[in-house]
């Protein structure tokens, strides 16, 4: 039998297990088995509203109980477990079962795969991505609740990076309490620079925070580095000497590819930015390792780093997969 481990229960990986579980069969002799770590997936994309809304934020956690159709979960299956180790020669992964407590056990198993899929994803600030080292649903609703609490009490808002998350941030902000006073601050000359948007694109995203009374900086970075969120009123100030009265300061920025696995694997195969190296098909950018790819956030590849292209990655790369399991079952 064949087998597909798939690291990361994600937009990229969980897309990917999906679409195996709907291509594949019992007769094509092959199992899929996804080590995820949490024991829920977190939608990400909802956590500026969850920021604001106490009812919205009860939607965010979604167990895998459903994720895999019932007819496929005789060979997809989702292991509650944490990715420690690949041993590329002997095609294996070693992992930490993780039990109902959410902790990993003492001891490592291994699991031998004929194809390996590492959709880790990337950290972020807490509590737009879950803390990578505390994952569990308490302790994510209950950082939910306390930018909840502040965001409520503040007057003056502001949001250090005008990103995707930092303007969505903001309308959120806005949408919920239109007479706070919220600012974007982005380093760079242009909001969400990231990625290759239109001009149209730009011309009414500018007019949409015009119309909620956001104010946006641009081209200017403030004087000291934020770890995280803070919740303290303070006068902070840009390195163009603009000043910035603020009661709060939510930082919508730090992604930071997870590229553990492969660091300790191949250091060669990461970027200095942390991202994982590999080629147009997202395979890893070297021959010898032909049969491990990445996906998503983990990876250099230059789509945006963004949930839709994410899953599109997971899609592409299943029916990859399924094509070749399928032949050689020929």
């Known amino acids: 039998m064949m087998r597909i481990v798939i690291v990361g229960g994600g937009q990229a990986g969980i897309n990917c297990a999906q679409n195996l579980a709907k291509t594949l069969t019992d007769a094509d002799n092959t199992e899929v088995v996804v080590l995820e770590k949490s024991g829920h997936f977190y939608h990400t994309l909802g956590a500026a509203r969850a920021c604001v809304d106490a009812d919205y934020a009860k939607s965010m956690f979604v167990p895998y109980d459903n994720a895999i159709p019932k007819k496929s979960s005789g060979f997809v299956r989702i292991k509650h477990a944490v990715a420690t180790d690949i041993s590329p020669d002997k095609k294996e992964i070693s992992f930490h079962p993780i039990g109902a407590d959410d902790k990993k056990s003492g001891k490592a198993e291994k699991l031998h795969f004929d194809y390996l899929v590492l959709a880790t994803g990337s950290t972020y600030t807490v509590p737009i991505k879950q803390d990578p080292n505390d994952y569990t649903r308490a302790t994510t609703e209950s950082k939910l609740q306390d930018v909840r609490s502040e965001i409520e009490k503040a007057g003056k808002v502001l949001i250090v990076g005008g990103g995707a998350v930092g303007c969505e941030m903001a309308g959120q902000i806005k949408a919920k309490y239109p007479d706070k006073n919220v600012t974007i601050l982005e380093a760079h000359s242009e909001l969400i620079s990231r990625n290759k948007l239109s001009d149209n694109f730009y011309s009414k995203l500018h007019a949409a925070l015009d119309a909620m009374k956001?104010?946006?900086?641009?081209?200017?970075?403030?004087?000291e580095r934020l770890p995280g969120n803070s919740f303290e009123r303070r006068t902070l100030r840009t390195d163009k000497g603009t000043e910035i009265e603020t009661d709060i300061q939510l930082l919508c920025g730090g992604f930071c590819p997870v590229s553990d696995l492969i660091q300790d694997m191949d250091p060669s195969l990461v970027t200095e930015q942390g991202s994982i190296k590999v080629n147009e098909l997202l395979q890893l950018d070297n021959e010898?390792?032909?049969?491990?790819?990445a996906l998503g956030d983990s990876s250099n590849h230059d789509t945006?780093?963004?949930?839709f292209w994410a899953a599109d990655q997971g899609k592409f790369l299943a029916?990859?997969?399924?094509?070749?399991?399928q032949k050689k079952q020929d």
């Open 304 to 307: 945006p780093k963004m949930a």
């Open 214 to 223: 956001v104010n946006v900086i641009l081209g200017e970075r403030l004087t």
């Open 319 to 325: 029916a990859q997969l399924a094509a070749v399991v």
């Open 288 to 293: 010898k390792y032909s049969n491990i790819f």
